[in-house]
Every structure is written in C-alpha cells, then in structure tokens.
C-alpha cells in the first residue's frame, strides 16, 4: 500500500474518531509497527495531527471519511433520520437527492414507496433503488446523472453533473451536509459536492438536510445553502439537549426529530 494511500486511510479514522491508537493504526490497515510510526511521524510533520502517547490526535476538521466508512458511523441515528424523512415525501413528486451516507440510507426506504421521480448522482442510491430482477417494473422513476467519476468515489461530479442537474426541476431537495449552522447555513467539505448540493438546492422548491446530532453545529469549508433556504431539518433525538439545536430551532420553520 503507498503511503498516500495509508495517510488518506489515518486521516479518515481521524475525521471520524478524532483519536486514534496505533494498534488501530496497524489493525485497520494491516501494516507494521514501524510503518506506522513513520505515517504518524508524517501526519504530524503536515500539520493535520499531534502524536501523543499511544496514537494520534486530529488538530483541524479533516474531509469526510469515505461513504463505506461514514455508513457505520451513527449508523441507527442515520437510518431513523432516512426512515423519517421518506415519511416527508408523496407519490408524484420528484426529488433530488445527493450522494451522502443518510441519503444512501434514505434510498433503501423509497424501494417501499411508489410514483416518485428520483434524480440522484450517487450510484449507492441508484443501484439501492432500482435493485430488481431485469425486466420487473420498478416502483418509482430513477434517474442517474451524469458526469465525471473519479477512483473509488461512487458519485458522479463536475461541471457536466452540476449542468444536468438545471435541466430538471424538483419538488424537494434532499441533502446529507457535512454541518449545518444556524448563522451559516449547509456546508461541505469539498468544493465539487457543494458545487452540486447548491445547483440541487436551487432547482428545488423545498430543501430538506438530513443531519444526524454530530452535524449541528458544524460549518465546514463550503457553504452551499444559507440558513433561510433550509424548509426542514431531519435530526435524531441525539440532537435535542444541543445548543445548536435550540439555535437552529429558532431559525427554522420546521425540524423533524425521529
């Protein structure tokens, strides 16, 4: 395994975790202990984490871990959040839904609904949703965008993803942010998801984030929706004894806690 790639794979368990043991380090990517030892002195050379005693500790707010690895985390918050949020929706609608760990939960929930216009950029969703034997109708219309696909990312992005999605209008948007702030709004860590939660947003009569308690608060490097255009937040009970909570319930018309 390259170093980058093992760098990559620390600074994901720290995103996630924010510690992170050395005998982790060696588990989870299946190394020595002396290999370790130099990622860890090289994290901590790039500025991104402190060594202490043991392990790792993050310094700064990292990208999002890969959606393999956010799908375990919180994963019962996640899945309430999806369940209560397909409540939300009516046959006849169309929807945007982007490629986020709850949204991919969120499309497991509408293969039991029927006469909805799915556009999604997120194959997870996609492949969830229209998972049949061939020829067998499917419950709802599901459209995949198009677009640029990188290694290991099971999305489509760019300019050719962001110019589909203003060939279509929705009746909702439903998004994942990586926070959501009641002075900032939605935001992402990386530019090319805010570039196509923003033209989602946009396109969509009402938007809808779905953000489990760990989120509220947050405001991550890209801002793509300001807090007047959010229509309902979708938290779980975790959420509730926050102080972000309270902010946000005073800025928003409407929060569903499931």
């Excluded at 490629?99 to 293969?111: F, I, P, R, V, Y």
């Excluded at 109708?137 to 198009?146: A, F, V, W």
């Excluded at 929706?225 to 319930?249: C, K, N, R, Y």
Aim: proline share 3%.
């Amino acid at each position: 395994m390259l170093q980058e790639t093992r760098l990559h794979r620390i600074r994901a368990l720290l995103t996630t975790l924010s510690h992170v043991s050395t005998e982790r380090i060696i588990r989870e990517l299946g190394i020595s202990r002396e290999t370790a030892r130099r990622d860890i002195i090289e994290l901590e050379a790039l500025g991104v984490a402190r060594r202490v005693h043991g392990g790792l500790i993050a310094i700064d707010a990292e990208p999002e871990p890969p959606l393999t690895v956010r799908s375990e985390v919180r994963a019962r918050e996640k899945l309430a959040i999806a369940r209560a949020a397909a409540q939300l929706l009516k046959p006849g609608q169309t929807l945007f839904m982007d490629a986020g760990s709850t949204t991919t939960m969120l499309a497991g929930e509408l293969c039991t609904m029927s006469g909805l216009t799915i556009i999604t950029n997120s194959l997870h969703a996609a492949l969830k949703l229209s998972a049949a034997e061939e020829n067998v109708s499917l419950n709802n219309s599901i459209i995949l965008l198009g677009g640029n696909m990188q290694a290991g990312a099971q999305e489509t992005r760019g300019e050719l993803t962001v110019g589909e999605i203003h060939r279509f209008r929705a009746d909702v948007a439903m998004m994942s942010p990586v926070g959501i702030d009641s002075k900032n709004g939605a935001s992402s860590f990386h530019p090319h998801e805010a570039a196509i939660a923003r033209a989602m947003a946009a396109q969509a009569t009402q938007l809808v984030l779905l953000a489990d308690h760990s989120k509220l608060g947050l405001t991550s490097r890209m801002n793509y929706a300001g807090i007047e255009q959010v229509a309902t937040l979708v938290t779980d009970s975790g959420a509730t004894a926050l102080p972000a909570f309270s902010a946000l319930e005073k800025m928003l018309p409407h929060i569903v806690v499931a």
